[in-house]
């Protein structure tokens, strides 16, 4: 990213990398309420990672520090940047790291004045220069990342499970190892869940560092995307992207017991809603936008008339005499299903151009990527200027959600 200037205060300081701004902002520090769980929950979807690294930055700047991240594919290996560096590192770990994979892996990167022309020319130049960005991620991939595998693989040919792929992601192993500290994600305080899928069973799984030790394999695994990227083998089991079942984990940190209350922001590169495609190349691209937003508005509706049921028969049983409660068999199996737990999801959703392809989520430009990163900080920020959107719900569901795009229409 662009250096920072006096300018553009990032946080309480000036840092070195940060987005620059058209307009000078001063951060503002926000107060949550005391939540029992501050979630950041990141959704799979390539490239566009960039945005959930920007979403980062605002909630830093702001004072926000979650107790638990939840990824799947590109959210679990920006969890691991997060949760496996202390915190006045974070933000320039994220910042090194998508410099890097947005870097060819073998051939020149275009100089940066020349790709900026080419980017702000007009939305006709763009989409040609991000398309032929597209094609050279596939021939020669990307730095620090993957490598198409030499020779190509025959597809007829029998391989060896973690090799049977078109690309090579022994590079991203290195460079996670590099860049994070797994002793802090496994001991650092931060609750740390990533989701993946058994090949062989075909059950979603997810590896949580309050269950297991995390090692680069089990992020690896998350964002294993066939046929790509090869299945990861990890004590004896394969696994492929969590996103071939479920690329939102929400589930995840809403659904887990005990229950807590939760403020979690919710974090999709895909968004359900989108313009009716005219042709076949936007085709291409809405069909992903619909295939990986893992319905997450069906998802937290779902949660949400869950919760509803739960909350209110809380209530019901605050008004049965205690000796009833405790003698009578269903009420005694009502209280194990009774929760007075509140819930507040802030949606984060990343809003697609008219000259995004279908190719955004392998797209690595750095222009392109500083851009995702950019909107991911926009929408933050516009969304903490609504601090009344972080209380707690005072409904009868004890659930509410929030989306600063929805809620401005």
């Not at 693989?153 to 797994?182: I, V």
């Not at 069973?201 to 992020?219: I, M, S, V, W």
């Not at 605050?318 to 509140?342: I, T």
């Amino acid at each position: 990213m662009a250096e920072s200037t006096e300018d553009n205060v990032v946080g309480d300081d000036a840092r070195q990398g940060a987005t620059p701004h058209d307009q000078p902002y001063q951060a503002k520090r926000v107060t949550v309420p005391p939540y029992e769980t501050l979630a950041l929950v990141l959704q799979g979807g390539g490239a566009l990672g960039a945005y959930q690294a920007g979403v980062y930055q605002g909630l830093e700047e702001a004072g926000i520090a979650p107790n638990w991240i939840a990824g799947i594919s590109i959210g679990a290996l920006n969890t691991a940047l997060i949760a496996g560096n202390p915190p006045e590192r974070r933000l320039s770990r994220l910042i090194e790291f998508w410099e890097l994979v947005c870097t060819p892996a073998y051939g020149i990167s275009v100089p940066s004045g020349l790709e900026q022309a080419l980017f702000h020319a007009s939305d006709f130049i763009r989409k040609g220069f991000t398309t032929w960005q597209a094609v050279q991620t596939v021939l020669e991939g990307q730095k620090g990342f993957f490598v198409p595998r030499m020779p190509p693989p025959s597809p007829l040919s029998k391989r060896d499970p973690t090799t049977a792929s078109w690309y090579d992601t022994r590079p991203l192993k290195a460079t996670l190892e590099q860049m994070c500290d797994f002793d802090r994600i496994n001991d650092g305080g931060i609750r740390v869940s990533v989701g993946a899928v058994n090949v062989k069973t075909g059950n979603f799984a997810y590896f949580d560092n309050t269950k297991q030790r995390l090692r680069a394999e089990h992020f690896m695994a998350s964002g294993a995307l066939p046929p790509g990227f090869a299945a990861v083998e990890i004590d004896g089991e394969y696994y492929w992207d969590g996103g071939l079942m479920s690329n939102t984990p929400l589930t995840r940190v809403l659904q887990t017991t005990p229950r807590r209350d939760t403020l979690a922001f919710q974090v999709d590169l895909w968004s359900a809603l989108g313009p009716v495609p005219d042709n076949l190349t936007d085709v291409g691209g809405r069909q992903k936008d619909i295939q990986y937003s893992s319905r997450t508005r069906l998802v937290t509706d779902m949660l949400q008339r869950s919760q509803r049921f739960r909350h209110v028969l809380h209530e019901v049983l605050s008004r049965v005499p205690p000796e009833v409660r405790e003698n009578d068999h269903w009420c005694r199996v009502a209280e194990e299903l009774a929760c007075s737990k509140r819930y507040n999801v802030i949606h984060l959703i990343y809003q697609a151009k008219e000259y995004d392809g279908h190719f955004k989520d392998f797209q690595f430009g750095h222009s392109t990527m500083r851009e995702h990163w950019e909107s991911g900080l926009v929408d933050t920020r516009a969304t903490l200027e609504h601090p009344e959107w972080l209380a707690f719900p005072e409904n009868d569901s004890g659930f509410v959600t929030h989306d600063v795009h929805r809620d401005e229409r």
